[in-house]
């Protein structure tokens, strides 16, 4: 098993982006991750536990907000974007809407959201990086992909044998 990174993650220590995640944290807000750098990125500059509505991805990123936010905050999760803003969708917000997101964010949340008549605001706190290289070994049974970022970056360099079997994270 090899762990080779083919994109770099870094969190947001960008003033005006701080400032934004203070001023949201005194207020009761529909907060939406589908990423767990975005909820640690946006947790390294909270104070307090804010009273959110919190929604979330499935995986490492559900553990992460109830820890944080608390289990009574969270208010829906799925296993993909499209999916988690159709939960959004279901229960009907009635504060303000924010998505917390990383510079390579898809469309498909923001515009499912728009699609139904919610605006979201979009506040990037975090940046991904591609990183590609070329694998010298070729010989693998599969590769698993975590992001489309992370697909991206691996094909600039590389390609798949035909027996390499793909795994992938949603619709990565």
């Known amino acids: 098993i090899a762990d080779i990174p083919f994109i770099n993650v870094t969190l947001s220590n960008d003033t005006n982006t701080i ?3 203070k001023e949201l944290e005194q207020k009761n807000i529909t907060a939406i991750f589908t990423s767990l750098n975005a909820i640690t ?5 909270l104070t307090t536990k804010p009273n959110w509505q919190v929604y979330c991805m499935n995986g490492v990123s559900k553990p992460a907000a109830i820890h944080f936010f608390g289990e009574s905050s969270l208010m829906g999760t799925a296993s993909n974007a499209k999916q988690l803003a159709e939960e959004v969708i279901s ?3 009635t504060n303000k809407v924010v998505f917390f997101c990383g510079n390579k964010r898809l469309a ?4 499912t959201l728009q699609n139904a008549g919610i ?3 979009e ?3 975090y940046n991904t990086v591609k990183t590609p290289h070329l694998l010298e070994e070729k010989n693998y049974n599969s590769i698993a992909f975590f992001s489309p970022s992370s697909v991206e970056s691996f094909f600039e360099k590389n390609s798949l044998q035909p027996d390499v079997i793909a795994f ?3 619709q990565t």
Not at 108 to 111: I, N, Q, S, Y
């Open 108 to 111: 498909d949340l923001p515009e």
């Open 123 to 125: 506040i990037e706190v």
């Open 19 to 21: 400032e934004k995640i």
């Open 91 to 93: 229960n009907k917000p």
């Open 41 to 45: 990125s946006v947790t390294n500059h």
């Open 168 to 170: 992938t994270v949603g």
């Open 119 to 121: 605006t979201a605001q």
